[in-house]
Nanobody, 125 residues
Framework: QVRLVESGGGLVQSGGSLRLSCAAFGNIHHLGAMGWYRQAPGKQRELVAAFTKGGESTDYSDSVKGRFTLSKDSKDNAKVTVDLQMNDLKPEDTALYYC???????????????WGQGTQVTVSS
């Protein structure tokens, strides 16, 4: 089991910055990919940025490349934290942002997705 705790988000003017943080607790030594997704009203949930399994590489949505930066801190044995620094925010970045972590069972060859409760990001023009 993995528990995700999100923080950050809020209201900001266009061109401003926000930082989202997600802490994963529980079965953190079996985490695969971990990152952030977002869902705007009337749209499907989409990937924003995520570390691939093992953290060897990072995937970014084309719409946020050059503006958003994903970072990871796993020094604490009790948790893994993934932060999303969002700069030069635009009104189209307005959405509910969700942290995602994938728990991997290498023996059973299964994966399980965990989601945070969501944090609202609103960018005014």
């Amino acid at each position: 089991q993995v528990r995700l705790v999100e923080s950050g988000g809020g209201l900001v003017q266009s061109g401003g910055s926000l930082r989202l943080s997600c802490a994963a607790f529980g079965n953190i030594h079996h985490l695969g990919a971990m990152g952030w997704y977002r869902q705007a009203p009337g749209k499907q949930r989409e990937l924003v940025a995520a570390f691939t399994k093992g953290g060897e590489s990072t995937d970014y949505s084309d719409s946020v490349k050059g503006r958003f930066t994903l970072s990871k801190d796993s020094k604490d044995n009790a948790k893994v934290t993934v932060d999303l620094q969002m700069n030069d925010l635009k009104p189209e970045d307005t959405a509910l942002y969700y942290c995602n972590a994938v728990e991997v069972d290498a023996i059973l060859d299964t994966k399980k997705d965990y989601w945070g409760q969501g944090t609202q990001v609103t960018v005014s023009s």
